[in-house]
């Protein structure tokens, strides 16, 4: 990704690239196309992000309406060079593999703490919710029939992503306590002079 962009920025910004809009639209379109399940624009962030992007001269205001209570909304599009960052930035974030820091990993890292019967009852939440996140993805994607092509394939990666781990939680609770590795730390030997 373009160093100077930050996702939320590219986000925008790339919704501006698309089709100038102003900032309600933005959080409309945020919302119907799922994009909160992989970015982090709330509401009022929106204008903070706008002003970053016109500061620093990717953006413009390019016309002003108004809403339906008679307040005046910005439309607001991309300059050349807010085009061209754009264009570099999403490049290098489809190109760039990064890593990733789901909680779940940590929560199973200290998982020896957690109690077997809490642990199941929370594999059981979490599976729940998975079903509930796959179902409302679905629904969202199925509302908007004649959806670009580049917008169906965010949410059936996201579709993916969530079955994967749906898939892997179902092998992981079906699996008795008993038949999962050891979690205690190994013991040193007698012939063992080096750290642990």
Known sequence: MDADLTSAELTLL?????????????????????MREWTEIGFSSIYYLLTRLRDRGLITEIDTTRGARGKARRIYGPTAEGRR???RAAEAAVAELRPV????????????????ERLRA??????????ERIAAI???RDAQPGMPDFVRAIFD???SRLAAEQQWLAAYRA???????????????????GPL
């Open 14 to 34: 790339g919704l501006l690239v698309e089709k100038p809009r102003h900032g309600y639209e933005l959080d409309e379109v945020i919302s119907a196309r799922g």
């Open 85 to 87: 960052a754009c264009a």
């Open 101 to 116: 820091f789901p909680p779940l990993l940590v929560g199973l890292a200290n998982q020896p703490v957690i109690p077997p």
């Open 122 to 131: 929370a594999l059981d939440r979490r599976a729940a919710a998975l079903a």
């Open 138 to 140: 679905g629904a969202a």
């Open 157 to 159: 990666f996201s579709l």
């Open 175 to 193: 699996a008795e306590p008993g038949d999962r590795p050891p979690t205690e730390p190994p013991s040193r030997s007698a012939d063992d002079h």
